[in-house]
């Protein structure tokens, strides 16, 4: 089974600005899950960018992805982290070609800012979750 995530944070600690490292955050609602996932800081960025609507002068890596797949007659439908080994996560993103689901292999944090720039759902497989997943209490999330 597919969950919905929704991306929660971009979180970087000085010890993760060493090692060019970030930290996604998505969370599954309904089972207050977390999913971790590592990223290079150039993706972060991307992601950031995403999140704050913000358009650069020049199109990011990511804008042109987005351009290439519109200018082809595409549509992102959705993403979806599918598996999880050796604490790598793999994603597709799921592509709309005339009636056809093209299923196209990607990183993550790629799957994730097109997801943003597209406004699509961003999923996870269930078995994706159990195994790279952190529980969390309502007190972590804020919640009163």
Do not use: W
Not at 51 to 63: G, V
Not at 68 to 75: D, P, R, S, T, V
Not at 111 to 131: F, G, H
Request: one cysteine or more; charged letters at 25%; proline letters at 3%.
């Amino acid at each position: 089974m597919e969950k919905t995530l929704s991306l929660k944070a971009v979180v970087s600690s000085e010890l993760e600005k060493n090692t060019g490292q970030a930290t996604i955050y998505l969370l599954e609602e309904e089972t207050q899950t977390i999913l971790p996932i590592c990223v290079d800081s150039s993706s972060a960025e991307s992601i950031i960018l995403a999140q704050q609507n913000l358009i650069l002068p020049r199109p990011h890596t990511h804008d042109l992805m987005k351009r290439l797949i519109n200018c082809f007659g595409g549509k992102l439908n959705d993403v979806i982290i599918y598996d999880l080994e050796d604490d790598i996560f793999y994603a597709y993103l799921r592509l709309i070609r005339g009636t056809e689901l093209v299923e196209i292999d990607a990183r993550p944090s790629d799957a994730i800012a097109m997801a943003l720039r597209y406004e699509v759902p961003i999923l996870a497989k269930e078995d994706v979750l159990l195994r790279g997943g952190i529980k969390i209490s309502e007190n972590v999330m804020g919640v009163a």
